[in-house]
């Protein structure tokens, strides 16, 4: 069978929806997180993600296991709330309604809260703005979500912490692939990268981008340096073995996505990569189970 025959199935994915823990289609654009991955995306940033602006006590511990209760108890805090208080109860809501997929209260709760943050937490602001955005990418409205990545990157960069400056960049490349506006995502996938090194989903997104633009030998080195910083994220694998078989490198490819199998044999992209293996199993044997 010849390699464009083999790739045919994976360029016909590449128009389709991203993959995810709780996507159910083949995860070849990680980049468009959109749908269920969307959603977890922004349940990630809502709880895991903003350390620094409030306490975890309380509201927060809540949030996973009762959010409807976390909810109440936060909305009703927020009614009285002021100062730094009313920063907490809107980050609780926030969370809680994004767990419960309702996206358009918790940008509401979000804003909320980072209205409320003194001017000069930049940190803060920064990441509350973020969530918002995320609840606005979770629905696919990636033109709203820049409007607030625009105020939460002005406070990323006043804060000097570039970590948070990272994933404000990473959420900016999101949005703007979702407006079709692939060049300005290279961009700050870039600055996302020059401030954050160590980012590893940064160069994993890059390399997808980069692939998406038959940039097939950025998008390797990329994939490569990915794979350095997360050797046991699933997604990493999954994409090393689709720019390697688009690459012409067809036993790499495999490879990669056996080692999908390996490492993470009950995640959604084990699924894929077994999918992937059968698709370019060699003619003159069976595929390793």
Same mark, same amino acid.
């Given at each position: 069978?010849?390699?464009?025959?083999?790739?045919?199935?994976?360029?016909?994915?590449?128009?389709?929806?991203?993959?995810?823990?709780?996507?159910?289609?083949?995860?070849?654009?990680?980049?468009?997180?959109?749908? =269920?991955?969307?959603?977890?995306?922004?349940?990630?940033?809502?709880?895991?993600?903003?350390?620094?602006?409030?306490?975890?006590?309380?509201?927060?511990?809540?949030?996973?296991?009762?959010?409807?209760?976390?909810?109440?108890?936060?909305?009703?805090?927020?009614?009285?709330?002021?100062?730094?208080?009313?920063?907490?109860?809107?980050?609780?809501?926030?969370?809680?309604?994004?767990?419960?997929?309702?996206? =358009?209260? !918790?940008?509401?709760?979000?804003?909320?809260?980072?209205? !409320?943050?003194?001017?000069?937490?930049?940190?803060?602001?920064?990441?509350?703005?973020?969530?918002?955005?995320?609840?606005?990418?979770?629905?696919?409205?990636?033109?709203?979500?820049?409007?607030?990545?625009?105020?939460?990157?002005?406070?990323?960069?006043?804060?000097?912490?570039?970590?948070?400056?990272?994933?404000?960049?990473?959420?900016?490349?999101?949005?703007?692939?979702?407006?079709?506006?692939?060049?300005?995502?290279?961009?700050?996938?870039?600055?996302?990268?020059?401030?954050? %090194?160590?980012?590893?989903?940064?160069?994993?997104?890059?390399?997808?981008?980069?692939?998406?633009?038959?940039?097939?030998?950025?998008?390797?080195?990329?994939?490569?340096?990915?794979?350095?910083?997360?050797?046991?994220?699933?997604?990493?694998?999954?994409?090393?073995?689709?720019?390697?078989?688009?690459?012409?490198?067809?036993? !790499?490819?495999?490879?990669?996505?056996?080692?999908?199998?390996?490492?993470?044999?009950?995640?959604?992209?084990?699924?894929?990569?077994?999918?992937?293996?059968?698709?370019?199993?060699? =003619?003159?044997?069976?595929?390793? %189970?």
């Amino acid at each position: 069978m010849s390699i464009s025959l083999l790739l045919m199935p994976l360029l016909a994915q590449a128009a389709g929806t991203i993959g995810s823990p709780y996507a159910s289609s083949l995860p070849l654009e990680i980049i468009e997180k959109k749908n =269920d991955e969307a959603r977890k995306q922004a349940q990630e940033r809502a709880y895991a993600g903003p350390a620094a602006p409030v306490s975890r006590k309380g509201c927060m511990d809540l949030v996973q296991s009762d959010p409807q209760g976390s909810a109440n108890l936060a909305q009703e805090a927020l009614y009285e709330a002021m100062g730094r208080e009313r920063v907490r109860a809107g980050l609780c809501l926030g969370a809680a309604l994004t767990v419960l997929e309702r996206f =358009d209260e !918790a940008r509401e709760a979000f804003v909320t809260a980072r209205d !409320a943050t003194e001017a000069e937490d930049h940190v803060s602001r920064a990441r509350l703005g973020d969530m918002a955005a995320n609840a606005e990418l979770a629905q696919g409205n990636g033109a709203k979500a820049l409007l607030l990545l625009g105020p939460a990157l002005t406070e990323a960069k006043a804060s000097g912490d570039d970590r948070v400056l990272a994933e404000v960049q990473i959420d900016r490349a999101r949005g703007l692939v979702a407006v079709d506006q692939a060049e300005q995502a290279a961009d700050a996938l870039a600055a996302a990268r020059v401030a954050d %090194p160590e980012n590893a989903q940064a160069w994993l997104l890059s390399a997808t981008l980069a692939r998406r633009q038959d940039q097939l030998i950025v998008a390797s080195g990329q994939i490569e340096t990915a794979a350095k910083l997360a050797p046991r994220d699933p997604a990493v694998g999954l994409e090393a073995g689709v720019i390697a078989m688009l690459s012409g490198e067809a036993d !790499a490819a495999r490879r990669s996505w056996q080692s999908v199998l390996d490492v993470a044999p009950q995640s959604p992209e084990a699924q894929t990569a077994k999918t992937y293996l059968a698709q370019t199993a060699p =003619d003159d044997g069976p595929e390793r %189970p």
